[in-house]
């Protein structure tokens, strides 16, 4: 016999006496659910019971188990051989644990794999309830929503704020199905037909060889598809615009782009756009701001969304439709409706309110939620119906197909972030990842063994029915109708709304991304390009690309300017915009007191700025630093206070302070001091002249002046113009 306990013998091996059990004790109770690790069946969408746990699902509870509920009592050591013996292959917890992660990623979305998402509610005004039998567009019903925001070309760990379109997509859980609106930030598509859509995404997405640039339009496949496909020219006019660089996704417009359409009650059929209008405006960074904010903060849009939601700032966008009676020829004031490249300008179909959805939730998991959730434009409800729009066709295929691949089978519909709140009856079974346990023999129509036939569509009147509209006989063509050849006048049209600082910004744009092109041949196209939509446009972009200017190939259009589609001129609500408050030395931190607390209760967010960390002004009532001269960018604010006097008035001001001004300076904020701060702001080279600047005696007087201006957005003052 031996210490050593590695080599006593093993119980009930050759030769030793076999160890008996405990002496059971009668009567044996099952034990009751803990309340952490047990409860009720969750119902699978088809009403069976799955068996999953929630609080299983929550991460909760005294012990750390395996997946199947097994108590572990470490998780930092593999089973060993001794301690510094090989891994046993018996590692159960081992494999369950580092198999699983290694399985943890799925495929990112094809497009619009960036993105970020919120929770909230829609509620329906009724006033779309004559043209359409939808119930939640009914007056005061109530609809849980899901939205998620994203820009198209980057893959998922890109940043937020390139120059892109973004994607504005709502789940709308109604009580007779989900509606999904599948819609943009720009209410023009760059392709009028679904067939080209992977020709235009592969000339976006990165070059094949060396997978650079990422998420950028700014190079050669995109612009040569643009230039040779010149019904993109309106949808990249507006990317070249303000609009490609969204200040917040709480500040975006959202376009339903097709023509849906609509029906009542008695089957009357009203041809409409869908549009989201956002409370707070639409309002976009500068170029420069935008490229900053790329490397300092590649979530900015996503922190933005998740921060204003969970300080209580809930973003809302009321829905509106412009209406067109659903004529044969599918056409509104010469306007052809099925061509997704073309807008109805809303001074000639006005934007009529329909409801107003508020995002009040973050999502509590991004995996589950957020990536997980699955849009399709075919998920429609009662009183929604297509038309034959060829890009909407394409897009009908296209989401279901890629999902089956992306998240893993045709079960996706059963992932909780996905699932319908009406109740549901299908007759799809089992497939990967079934989570309904299916009850019944009889999964098809009619039956006589399971409860009988539910209803067919037709028969019962809140059925899905397709509009039994017209198709015209005609031969089968691959072609579009003459009117879908009018690839300019609508840019046009876009380029003579816009006010004059939108113009720099576009001439600035169209410098930069044909600038960034190696290929000659494709910068001189784009110039060809813009010499339709505008002689002074394209002299400018060719001055600014060392080119000569074309001659247009065909007439200029002229048509009334939309001032709805500027975004320079009116007055906004200031909620959730944020004030950076710069603390010096010598600050007059009574003056940071009041301006906090006045920021605040407006609705702002106010980031007091100092040399370092902590707390200051001990004595008495002390403020928090929320940003240190080292963490701190100009493009994290609306607007920036200097509070006073910069201490020592021989001593060079901190560099970095001298950045931020002069950034918050070019980029158009208002700028506000008081105390002797001016002194700061000149030796970082503000003007205190200069509009938008503003200096006062009391900080509250300076503070109301600066939220005035940020109702405007920006100064637009300060930026240069000759267009
Ligand atoms: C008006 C034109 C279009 C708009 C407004 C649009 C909008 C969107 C949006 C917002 C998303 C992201 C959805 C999300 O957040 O999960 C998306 C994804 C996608 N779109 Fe489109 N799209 C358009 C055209 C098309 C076309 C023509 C096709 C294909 C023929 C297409 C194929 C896809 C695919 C495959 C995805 C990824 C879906 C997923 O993985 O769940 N889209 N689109």
Redesign the pocket.
């Known amino acids: 016999m031996t210490d050593n306990p590695a080599e006593q013998p093993i119980p009930g091996a050759p030769g030793s006496v076999p160890p008996s059990v405990a002496e059971p004790t009668e009567p044996h109770e099952p034990l009751p659910p803990k309340p952490d690790q047990g409860g009720p069946e969750t119902v699978s969408p088809t009403g069976q019971p799955t068996g999953a746990d929630p609080a299983r699902n929550a991460q909760s509870g005294a012990y750390l188990t395996t997946a199947q509920g097994a108590r572990l009592y470490d998780t930092d050591h593999s089973l060993k051989a001794g301690p510094r013996g090989p891994v046993l292959l018996q590692d159960h917890h081992l494999r369950e644990k580092i198999t699983h992660f290694d399985h943890e990623r799925i495929p990112e979305?094809?497009?619009?794999a960036r993105?970020a998402?919120a929770h909230g509610v829609f509620r329906g005004y009724g006033s779309a309830s004559n043209i359409s039998k939808a119930a939640f567009l009914g007056r005061d019903v109530e609809t849980p929503v899901f939205v998620?925001?994203?820009t198209?070309l980057g893959s998922r760990g890109s940043a937020d704020t390139v120059r892109d379109t973004r994607?504005?997509?709502t789940k709308f859980y109604t009580e007779e199905g989900v509606f999904d609106l599948?819609?943009?930030n720009i209410p023009v598509?760059f392709?009028q037909d679904?067939?080209k859509?992977?020709d235009v995404i592969h000339a976006g997405k990165p070059h094949p060889d060396r997978e650079i640039p990422q998420a950028q339009s700014a190079h050669d496949t995109f612009w040569d598809f643009v230039t040779l496909h010149t019904e993109a020219t309106h949808h990249t006019l507006w990317n070249m615009s303000d609009r490609g660089i969204p200040r917040s996704y709480r500040m975006m417009e959202g376009?339903?782009?097709?023509t849906f359409r609509l029906v009542d009650a008695e089957g009357a059929t009203t041809l409409v756009k869908f549009h989201w209008k956002p409370k707070l405006g639409t309002h976009s960074q500068v170029w420069e701001e935008a490229q900053i904010a790329c490397g300092v903060d590649p979530d900015f849009h996503r922190r933005d969304l998740a921060d204003a939601i969970e300080s209580g700032a809930f973003p809302q966008w009321e829905l509106g439709v412009q209406t067109f009676p659903d004529n044969p020829e599918q056409m509104f004031q010469g306007i052809d409706l099925l061509d997704?490249t073309k807008i109805v300008p809303e001074e000639l179909a006005p934007v009529q309110p329909v409801g107003l959805m508020t995002l009040d939730a973050n999502p509590s998991n991004y995996f589950a939620e957020t990536e997980q959730?699955?849009?399709h434009v075919g998920n429609m409800v009662p009183g929604i119906d297509v038309t034959n729009d060829a890009?909407?066709q394409?897009?009908l295929?296209?989401?279901i197909?890629?999902?089956i691949t992306?998240l893993g089978g045709p079960n996706f519909p059963q992932l909780p972030i996905n699932r319908t709140h009406a109740p549901v009856n299908d007759m799809l079974r089992d497939g990967m990842h079934q989570t309904a346990v299916h009850r019944g023999v009889a999964p098809y129509r009619p039956n006589s063994l399971d409860g009988g036939c539910p209803f067919l569509a037709g028969e019962d009147t809140r059925a899905f029915v397709e509009v039994p509209a017209e198709v015209a006989a005609s031969r089968k063509v691959r072609d579009a109708a003459a009117s879908f050849d009018d690839h300019f006048s609508q840019p046009r049209l876009f380029w003579l709304s816009m006010s004059p600082v939108e113009r720099e910004h576009i001439i600035a744009a169209y410098t930069f991304e044909l600038g960034k092109c190696y290929e000659q041949a494709v910068k001189e196209r784009g110039l060809k390009v813009l010499a339709r939509i505008d002689g002074e446009l394209c002299a400018r972009v060719a001055a600014g690309l060392g080119l000569p200017a074309p001659e247009p190939d065909g007439p200029l259009v002229d048509s009334d300017p939309s001032p709805a589609l500027s975004q320079v001129g009116a007055l906004w609500p200031v909620d959730g915009r944020v004030v950076g408050i710069l603390v010096g030395k010598d600050a007059d931190l009574d003056g940071v007191r009041a301006v906090c607390g006045t920021v605040r209760d407006t609705g702002m967010v106010p980031l007091v700025i100092a040399p370092a960390g902590g707390v200051i002004g001990a004595d008495g009532d002390p403020v928090t630093v929320q940003r240190t001269y080292a963490t701190a960018r100009s493009v994290e604010f609306d607007a920036v206070l200097v509070a006073g006097a910069p201490g020592d008035a021989s001593a060079a001001p901190d560099p970095r302070v001298t950045v931020l001004l002069d950034e918050a300076y070019r980029h158009g904020k208002a700028i506000g001091t008081w105390a002797g701060g001016g002194r700061l702001l000149s030796m970082a080279g503000v003007p205190l002249d200069a509009p938008g600047v503003v200096e006062g005696e009391a900080a509250t007087e300076v503070l109301e002046e600066v939220t005035e201006l940020l109702g405007g957005h920006r100064v637009w003052d300060r930026f240069p113009s000759t267009v």
């Open positions: 979305r094809v497009v619009h993105g998402a998620r925001f994203s198209v994607g504005f997509a599948v819609g943009n598509f392709i679904a067939i859509f992977p376009f339903g782009i097709h997704p959730v699955a849009f890009l909407l394409g897009r295929f296209s989401y197909d890629t999902q992306r």
